[in-house]
């Protein structure tokens, strides 16, 4: 499964679910969390376990409200009754308690039902690594929440967060798992979503959190590697294998055929080379903050 793009769609809007596959996201969040009101709750809970999500198109997610919450419980259960690909947990902090959703969650399902791990606080990302071997299938960064929680404030640089972003990065390739890089909620402003887009993709992320429509094909333009990319890459491993040393004027050696290989690995994933997905244009209604 590619995570270049998860797209957020809040619980109580699941007539959204018919558009998602006019943007072609790789992955679709019902976000039961934060996009939806406590008095609400329980409303989109029985409306996520009724819906049909193979309307969506693309493999569907439900994010339910954290451990502690009256609603957690309840959500775990109607998400593995419904026809979700996963369940997305948020400000994970405990390994065990993952542990003991994800068993409780395929034995209720009867089947293989993916974790998707929120790390959002100080004490998650203390946790990453050991949140991460947990086994879950992948993990995003959630920049909003973590901020609120340690007490720190957005900049235009991003320098607030960057340790954190690496750490999560890190932990997901000790782990063997994709991570999704954090949220751009300055949802009309394209230029700095791909800004943050290519900082996450220069750091090892996979993909991006979506919280409108348009930001898709943006993600889907970062992560997937261009035909100018392949190109090069694929000029790399045909240079590595006749012995030259220098291409396009840059020294090749072992790491650099690593690096290659992996351009021409993504390329080969669902969307392709090149292929962005369709253009942003901002139609439909924003799907919610992911925070």
Same mark, same amino acid.
Request: glycine letters at 10%.
């Given at each position: 499964?590619?995570?270049?793009?998860?797209?957020?769609?809040?619980?109580?809007?699941?007539?959204?679910?018919?558009?998602?596959?006019?943007?072609?996201?790789?992955?679709?969040?019902?976000?039961?969390?934060?996009?939806?009101?406590?008095?609400?709750?329980?409303?989109?809970?029985?409306?996520?376990?009724?819906?049909?999500?193979?309307? /969506?198109? @693309?493999? &569907?997610? *439900?994010?339910?409200?954290?451990? $502690?919450? !009256?609603?957690? +419980?309840?959500? %775990?259960? =109607?998400?593995?009754?419904?026809?979700?690909?996963?369940?997305?947990?948020?400000?994970?902090?405990?390994?065990?308690?993952?542990?003991?959703?994800?068993?409780?969650?395929?034995?209720?399902?009867?089947?293989?039902?993916?974790?998707?791990?929120?790390?959002?606080?100080?004490?998650?990302?203390?946790?990453?690594?050991?949140?991460?071997?947990?086994?879950?299938?992948?993990?995003?960064?959630?920049?909003?929440?973590?901020?609120?929680?340690?007490?720190?404030?957005?900049?235009?640089?991003?320098?607030?967060?960057?340790? /954190?972003? @690496?750490? &999560?990065? *890190?932990?997901?390739?000790?782990? $063997?798992? !994709?991570?999704? +890089?954090?949220? %751009?909620? =300055?949802?009309?402003?394209?230029?700095?979503?791909?800004?943050?887009?290519?900082?996450?993709?220069?750091?090892?992320?996979?993909?991006?959190?979506?919280?409108?429509?348009?930001?898709?094909?943006?993600?889907?333009?970062?992560?997937?590697?261009?035909?100018?990319?392949?190109?090069?890459?694929?000029?790399?491993?045909?240079?590595?294998?006749?012995?030259?040393?220098?291409?396009?004027?840059?020294?090749?050696?072992?790491?650099?055929?690593?690096?290659?290989?992996?351009?021409?690995?993504?390329?080969?994933?669902?969307?392709?080379?090149?292929?962005?997905?369709?253009?942003?244009?901002?139609? $439909?209604?924003?799907?919610?903050?992911?925070?």
């Amino acid at each position: 499964m590619s995570f270049r793009s998860l797209l957020f769609v809040p619980g109580h809007r699941l007539e959204l679910l018919a558009k998602v596959p006019r943007w072609k996201p790789d992955v679709v969040v019902v976000d039961l969390e934060d996009a939806v009101a406590e008095a609400q709750k329980d409303a989109a809970r029985q409306a996520m376990a009724e819906a049909d999500l193979g309307s /969506a198109g @693309s493999p &569907v997610f *439900v994010r339910v409200n954290p451990p $502690g919450t !009256p609603w957690h +419980d309840l959500d %775990v259960a =109607a998400c593995g009754q419904s026809a979700a690909a996963g369940l997305v947990f948020p400000k994970a902090e405990d390994a065990d308690v993952v542990r003991a959703v994800g068993d409780r969650l395929n034995g209720e399902a009867g089947r293989e039902v993916g974790l998707l791990l929120g790390i959002e606080s100080a004490a998650g990302l203390a946790r990453a690594r050991e949140l991460l071997a947990a086994g879950a299938v992948a993990a995003y960064f959630g920049a909003e929440d973590y901020l609120a929680d340690i007490g720190g404030r957005h900049s235009a640089t991003g320098l607030e967060v960057l340790y /954190a972003r @690496s750490e &999560v990065v *890190v932990a997901g390739r000790l782990a $063997g798992l !994709p991570v999704i +890089d954090q949220a %751009v909620v =300055a949802v009309e402003d394209d230029a700095a979503f791909t800004a943050d887009a290519e900082q996450g993709r220069d750091l090892g992320y996979a993909g991006k959190i979506c919280v409108h429509p348009r930001q898709v094909a943006l993600a889907h333009a970062t992560f997937t590697p261009s035909a100018a990319e392949v190109a090069a890459a694929r000029r790399v491993l045909e240079a590595a294998a006749s012995g030259v040393a220098v291409v396009d004027g840059r020294m090749v050696d072992a790491v650099h055929t690593r690096l290659a290989r992996q351009v021409i690995e993504r390329a080969g994933r669902p969307g392709g080379a090149g292929d962005a997905g369709d253009a942003p244009d901002g139609a $439909g209604v924003s799907p919610g903050e992911a925070r």
